[in-house]
């Protein structure tokens, strides 16, 4: 069956500071991969997505990058954290029509 | 362009009595819905889906919800409320064509007293 992890769960990093959220899938090939941010007291937007190794599509200007190295392995980044970027990460992935998701990363950004 | 509205961003039901979670959506195309779920700090866990089949889709934990395509709407219902259902509801709509790319509602929180 397949398994996505993320992690860390849970960061607490400066403001300036430089950032690394990690996601791997087991148990599929070439699945399309995905990072949401949910703020608090809000819904899931989306950040990024992708169709495969090196292809990356972002949703919403910002100060945050995206990677796809490996087939099952999406990461994201950013070079110097805002405020802002605080929130809870979602990792998720696509089959057929149904996306599944992740444990999240709680980031928080002081 | 595809949207969706979660009318309530909070519900608050006694154990034992129905839910009722409205979901309306926006599509110029035939939709796919979905229903998903999220305990404090945790994922999202797929509730059911709506794929152009049934219209009542069953999901798990005894929910279920109804398409209806002349009101918009995916509703999400539960005749008897326990207390492990308390959460955070997503309804979420994707176009019926290859990429599925989701948008989300903001979301109702499901209080469930004793």
């Known amino acids: 069956s397949q398994t996505i992890h993320q992690w860390p769960a849970t960061l607490v990093q400066p403001v300036g500071s430089p950032l690394s959220l990690e996601c791997t899938v087991e148990?599929?090939?070439?699945?399309?991969l995905y990072w949401y941010r949910q703020a608090a007291g809000r819904g899931l937007q989306l950040l990024f997505y992708?169709?495969?190794?090196?292809?990356i599509s972002s949703e919403v200007p910002q100060n945050l990058s995206a990677s796809r190295p490996q087939d099952r392995q999406f990461i994201l980044s950013s070079k110097k954290l805002l405020l802002s970027d605080s929130g809870f990460y979602l990792c998720?992935?696509?089959?057929?029509?149904?996306?599944?998701f992740g444990p999240g990363t709680r980031l928080l950004v002081l | 362009a595809q949207s969706v509205t979660q009318l309530g961003s909070h519900v608050s039901v006694s154990e034992g009595a129905l839910v009722l979670l409205r979901c309306n959506y926006s599509?110029?195309?035939?939709?796919?819905l979905f229903w998903y779920v999220q305990y404090p700090n945790q994922g999202l866990q797929l509730l059911l889906k709506?794929?152009?089949?049934?219209?009542l889709v069953k999901g798990i934990n005894g929910f279920e919800a109804e398409f209806k395509k002349s009101e918009t709407s995916f509703h999400l219902t539960k005749p008897s409320a326990h207390m492990s259902d308390a959460a955070e509801y997503f309804c979420?709509?994707?176009?019926?064509?290859?990429?599925?790319?989701?948008?989300f509602g903001t979301g109702t929180r499901l209080l469930v007293s004793p």
């Open positions: 998720a992935w696509t089959t057929l029509e149904t996306q599944y």
């Open positions: 148990g599929t090939s070439n699945p399309n």
């Open positions: 992708s169709v495969g190794i090196g292809q």
């Open positions: 599509s110029s195309v035939p939709p796919y």
């Open positions: 709506y794929t152009s089949a049934a219209t």
């Open positions: 979420a709509v994707s176009e019926n064509t290859g990429f599925q790319k989701l948008v």
